[in-house]
């Protein structure tokens, strides 16, 4: 019965979650736009060449001082509207992980690997591999 008991607390320890960082707290904001390519264009100051289905934008504080993180992005119209659901998804990854991109759009090597789900690999790990 002991060991149950101990087996149960341990579970439950596991369970714990960790007090939140200072700098972990972070607000998004979704601004519901029909014309992100237009919204977006506005908010860079620039002419976009390609269609933009949507974009992020940071504050770096609000009033209150706490991170802010604008994505401006079209509602799906329904629950299978997957492309725009996947624009809000690749936003908020905006949000959380900052800029990703190399500048023709794709995701940079390690972080289109980590996406993945690959493990990054120390120097020291990948020369005692070969």
Not at 30 to 44: F, I
Not at 59 to 84: F, H, K, L
């Amino acid at each position: 019965m002991r060991r149950v008991a101990w087996a149960a607390l341990a579970v439950l320890a596991g369970c714990a979650t960790t007090p939140p960082q200072a700098g972990d707290h972070l607000t998004v904001v979704w601004n519901r736009v029909e014309d992100a390519h237009a919204a977006c264009q506005k908010l860079s100051g620039q002419p976009q060449l390609f269609a933009i289905r949507g974009c992020s934008k940071w504050n770096q504080t609000d009033a209150a001082g706490q991170r802010v993180c604008a994505i401006y992005a079209p509602m799906p119209r329904s629950e299978m509207d997957t492309q725009r659901f996947a624009t809000l998804g690749h936003e908020l990854l905006h949000c959380f992980d900052g800029n990703w991109h190399d500048r023709w759009g794709r995701m940079n090597p390690s972080e289109s690997q980590a996406a993945a789900g690959a493990e990054r690999k120390s120097a020291g790990a990948a020369a005692a591999a070969n």
